[in-house]
């Protein structure tokens, strides 16, 4: 069974950067036809796409949050990162990791979900 | 962006009742759509993929159809374990977007 797990600090001090890990227990972690995302959900609000990475390590983030977002992947370790800096109370929210696939069609989509954890910016 | 719109943001139903949510993109998308489904306090769970393509494991009850820019996600005969809040989701264009989601409650 595959399985995605969410780790890192769940607090942090605004202008400070968010840093979360996602550990992959999957052997198909190196192979083709997926990609490895991350999904934010703020209180009570909808899903917000982050960005992804591939195995080779092309990325592809969303255009609001560009500027701050870096995603990195360890293949020796199966997992993926998240960095996001000078965060803001804004950025509080539950980020989930995910996996993306590419079945060959033009759609994508994400089978499988972390649990999520919740990251609250404050002093 | 595409922007997704779901509709109601909210509905009451009974367990047995059909259950219709529907999805609009700002622009044509194709059948680049997907629906997930997310119980309280859970991880979103994927239902159904480029619109109408039940994923593995999902039951019958859950169907998807639509294309361009008006899609629908179906449940024939809701179950205790559907109340819940259903997302739809675009990959047409990056940014990857996501309706605001459609609470289903008892």
């Known amino acids: 069974q595959v399985q995605l797990q969410e780790s890192g600090p769940g607090l942090v001090q605004p202008s400070q950067t968010l840093s979360l890990t996602c550990s992959v227990s999957?052997?198909?972690?190196?192979?083709?036809?997926?990609?490895w995302g991350w999904i934010r959900q703020h209180p009570g609000m909808g899903l917000e796409w982050i960005g992804h990475?591939?195995?080779?390590?092309?990325?592809y983030y969303n255009p609001s949050l560009r500027s701050r977002v870096t995603i990195s992947v360890d293949t020796s370790k199966n997992q993926f990162s998240l960095k996001l800096t000078s965060v803001t109370a804004a950025d509080t929210a539950l980020y989930y990791c995910?996996?993306?696939?590419?079945?060959?069609?033009?759609?994508?989509?994400?089978?499988?979900w972390g649990r999520g954890t919740l990251v609250t910016v404050s002093s | 962006d595409i922007q997704m719109t779901q509709s109601p943001p909210s509905l009451s139903a009974s367990v047995g009742d059909r259950v219709t949510i529907t999805c609009r993109a700002s622009q044509k998308i194709f059948s680049s759509l997907n629906w997930y489904q997310q119980r309280p306090g859970k991880a979103p769970k994927l239902l159904i993929f480029a619109a109408s393509s039940l994923q593995s494991g999902v039951p019958l009850r859950f169907s998807g159809s639509g294309s361009g820019t008006d899609f629908t996600l179906t449940i024939s005969s809701l179950q205790p374990e559907d109340f819940a809040t259903y997302h739809c989701?675009?990959?047409?264009?990056?940014?990857?977007?996501f309706g605001q989601g459609t609470k289903v409650e008892i």
């Open positions: 989701q675009q990959s047409y264009s990056a940014p990857w977007t």
């Open positions: 995910a996996r993306g696939v590419q079945d060959g069609s033009p759609n994508r989509y994400f089978d499988l």
């Open positions: 999957v052997d198909s972690f190196s192979s083709g036809g997926y990609n």
């Open positions: 990475i591939y195995y080779s390590g092309d990325t």
